[in-house]
């Protein structure tokens, strides 16, 4: 249901929705004028809107006005149905001063039009002097000699404080009528505010407003819904959603009132279920409740060039006026743009300078419809140029996105190969895969063996080996049909090759070196290469040359950035200096590992866990017990997705976190860890020297008690804290005051560490203790988890 209302957008008449739709609650109330005046004017327009009970209450924007009087100016600016309208109502129901209501149309840009309807406004708060009110009424008043100073000084005299609103200010363009709302402003009389209420920012110098003395600016930020009044909009509509389907609403619509009255509406007649994760997403900017709404409150108005502009460039994602002129071919966009934003046409800027902006998001799917159905020949063509002008620019992520919009394939497979291991080492696996995934076919993978090959490179270190596999494979096909634009490839199909080990650690450093040397200082791959070389020296059993390569291989992941390379280099370090019993080496390399770890966001990928089990191994030597089992538990979480797709490091990180199991008395853990490496060596048998490292962990499990204690695994924190006291002279009691508990719990507790490390007394505790490791120097060792201080430590 509508009502015709004028305006002075276009001349004539517009209808505008009313109730929920105008300004989600508003409808009109009359005011009653006391007397007659010697003019006409529209009652209507001076109505005070009434709130509907079933309107949502925005009591903390309301409780912002009411306490708002140090701002006499107070600008409330927002496109259609964001509840402008709606918390002026309320505050004007809920605030103790007398309000005065103008709802503007064009016909206020002629003053003295304008001038009777402020006049018949304020008229009932204050009384105003017959002889201005005459005036008024006159064939021709004299606004700025007569009627302009006498109102103003009545105004300044006034000692009652009021408000007066003025909504859809932002319809006035007229000199005449501008200088006299910023006349009224500058002569309010004390505590008393007028609110500038419109869709586009009012033509008054609002910046000099901001200098000149307290402005409250209200926006979409302030208007946009919570949480809980979008669920109490929702529930007025009888639709419900759970906590999923909310948030998803609001991300979509950005809070916006209307966006959330128009997508109940539309579930509601659709009469669906949307209970489920998914509801409230099903409404886009092509539901027709919402295109009609935009059209009519928004659209209808504009321009056929304005329509364009906005259609066009709703390819872009953010848009700035170089970025426009390029898609659009033309060198104007600056003055469309701030048309646009002046016009508050949901579009929101992103920098505080105004060159960059987006749209809203549902707006932005009703122009990309609107573009996919008036000239979908254009939308391949806009998205290419907008490729084309951010791969120029040096962004290549975002001229990846328009790459595969415009389904440029060659484009997005050279951009994707040229970022893809700066975007993996950087901790961003899940969105390199996004970009992968458009190529996830055979045919397309052969065409482009590079994507092919980095695909390989991350289903391998995500833990999928017949993905890796048949990636590789295609990249192997692909590079074999092709005698130009591979050469770059297969260097990295050797890579890839050797890393996942299928043919034994000779031909594994064979297909390394191979790729190495036809990768130059500074290639992106080199230091894969050497890892993978420095891998398979360690399979071959020459741990010294091993180390060599590795620590280059480390140096040159530095220089390049490669930084999961590097944590997986380091790692392999320090367990060789581990094995050769340079515990101080051991702990420098895995603390370096650690923290790059922690600084470029690698803690979740699988590479990650040798560096963590390392770590763990080197704080067991020191007695730091609690630490060591939160880096095994660390490494733990890593391992469902170290799979046999790169055999030599899920076997390594299961026999170090197997070791540092048997340190610690969990016989099952390592069984565990031994059950693992076994079932690895079934599908990729030949590893070299890693074999005896199966034999090693299988004969320290052998050695531990079968039905045995659990040692340092089973001892709680307060129980690791009390060992190290217990090697003093110390009683029972005198260590309770230390620890702040009583003799009682003491006992208790040293009962319970005796039972554990199968003693039946003190000094055969200590003695078990010290042959565990479970006390010893008081040292740490800082890591990227944190200090490691005495409190976490058993020493």
Not at 559 to 585: C, F, K, P, Y
Request: charge should be negative; proline fraction near 5%; glycine fraction near 6%.
């Amino acid at each position: 249901m509508v009502v015709l209302e004028p305006t002075g957008r276009l001349r004539g008449y517009r209808a505008r929705p009313i109730g929920a739709l105008r300004d989600a609650g508003a409808k009109p109330v009359l005011v009653e004028l006391e007397g007659s005046l010697p003019f006409d004017v529209i009652e209507s327009k001076l109505a005070i809107p009434d709130v509907r009970r079933d309107s949502v209450s925005r009591t903390a924007l309301v409780n912002r006005l009411r306490a708002a009087g140090a701002f006499p100016p107070v600008v409330v600016v927002a496109p259609a149905g964001y509840g402008k309208t709606t918390v002026l109502a309320q505050w004007a129901a809920k605030d103790a001063r007398p309000f005065a209501w103008l709802s503007i149309d064009g016909r206020d840009n002629d003053p003295v039009v304008l001038l009777r309807h402020l006049a018949a406004a304020l008229d009932p708060i204050d009384p105003i002097e017959p002889r201005v009110l005459e005036a008024l009424g006159s064939q021709a008043p004299s606004l700025w000699d007569s009627v302009m100073p006498r109102l103003t000084a009545h105004l300044a005299s006034g000692e009652s404080p009021f408000v007066l609103v003025l909504d859809d200010v932002d319809l006035l363009e007229a000199d005449d009528a501008l200088a006299i709302i910023a006349a009224l402003i500058e002569n309010l009389p004390h505590r008393s505010m007028v609110a500038l209420a419109g869709r586009a920012q009012p033509k008054l110098p609002v910046a000099s407003l901001r200098v000149g003395g307290p402005l409250l600016e209200i926006g979409t930020f302030e208007l946009a819904l919570s949480r809980r009044e979008a669920e109490i909009l929702l529930r007025a509509c009888a639709v419900e959603l759970d906590e999923q389907g909310i948030a998803e609403l609001l991300q979509r619509t950005e809070g916006w009132a209307a966006g959330i009255f128009l997508t109940a509406l539309a579930a509601r007649d659709c009469r669906e279920s949307v209970d489920s994760p998914a509801g409230g997403a099903h409404v886009g900017g092509d539901d027709r409740y919402l295109a009609d709404y935009i059209e009519a409150e928004s659209m209808s108005e504009l321009s056929p060039e304005l329509h364009e502009f906005l259609r066009r460039t709703s390819v872009l994602e953010n848009m700035c006026g170089p970025l426009c002129d390029a898609v659009l071919e033309r060198d104007d966009a600056v003055v469309a743009l701030a048309a646009i934003e002046r016009l508050n046409l949901f579009v929101v800027p992103l920098d505080r300078h105004r060159e960059w902006y987006r749209y809203h998001r549902l707006f932005r799917e009703l122009l990309r419809r609107k573009l996919a159905d008036e000239e979908p020949e254009l939308v391949r063509v806009l998205n290419a140029r907008a490729a084309e002008w951010f791969e120029a620019r040096g962004d290549p992520e975002s001229a990846l996105g328009y790459a595969y919009a415009a389904g440029d394939s060659d484009r997005a497979a050279r951009i994707l190969s040229s970022v893809a291991l700066q975007v993996h080492s950087s901790g961003r696996a899940a969105t390199l895969e996004s970009w992968l995934r458009p190529f996830d076919d055979d045919e397309q993978l052969e065409q482009y063996p590079a994507v092919a090959v980095t695909g390989c490179r991350t289903h391998a270190v995500r833990g999928r080996p017949e993905e890796a596999e048949r990636w590789l494979e295609a990249a192997e096909r692909g590079a074999a049909s092709r005698r130009k634009g591979v050469a770059s490839v297969r260097p990295c199909i050797a890579v890839m090759r050797s890393a996942m080990c299928a043919r034994g650690p000779a031909q594994m450093r064979t297909d390394a070196v191979a790729a190495r040397s036809k990768l130059r200082r500074g290639a992106t791959w080199r230091a894969s290469a050497l890892l993978v070389e420095g891998a398979a020296a360690i399979l071959l059993g020459n741990d010294g040359k091993a180390d060599s390569i590795l620590a280059e291989a480390a140096l040159e992941a530095d220089r390049i950035g490669s930084n999961e390379t590097r944590v997986v280099a380091l790692g392999e370090r320090a367990v060789l200096a581990g094995a050769r019993g340079d515990h101080q080496e051991a702990e420098a390399l895995a603390v370096e590992a650690c923290d790059l770890m922690g600084e470029t966001e690698l803690k979740d990928y699988s590479t990650s866990a040798l560096a963590l089990a390392a770590s763990a191994r080197a704080m067991l030597r020191h007695g730091m017990w609690e630490k060591a089992r939160h880096q095994l538990t660390l490494a733990g979480n890593l391992l469902p997705r170290l799979t046999y797709a790169l055999p030599w490091l899920a076997v390594q990180v299961r026999l170090e976190v197997g070791y540092a199991c048997v340190t610690m008395r969990d016989r099952k853990g390592a069984q565990r860890m031994l059950e693992e490496v076994r079932a690895i060596f079934g599908v990729k048998p030949k590893l070299g020297a890693l074999s005896a490292g199966v034999d090693a962990l299988a004969d320290e499990i052998d050695d531990m008690p079968a039905d045995g204690p659990n040692g340092s695994s089973a001892l709680t924190a307060a129980e690791l804290r009390l060992l190290p006291l217990l090697s003093t002279h110390l009683s029972f009691r005198e260590i309770g005051e230390r620890l702040f508990v009583s003799r009682n719990t003491i006992k208790t507790q040293a009962i319970s560490v005796y039972r554990k490390l199968g003693v039946s007394s003190r000094s055969e505790a200590i003695a078990r203790a010290s042959e565990l490791g479970l006390i010893g120097p008081k040292e740490q060792l800082v890591t990227s988890v944190g200090p490691l201080d005495a409190s976490n430590s058993a020493a």
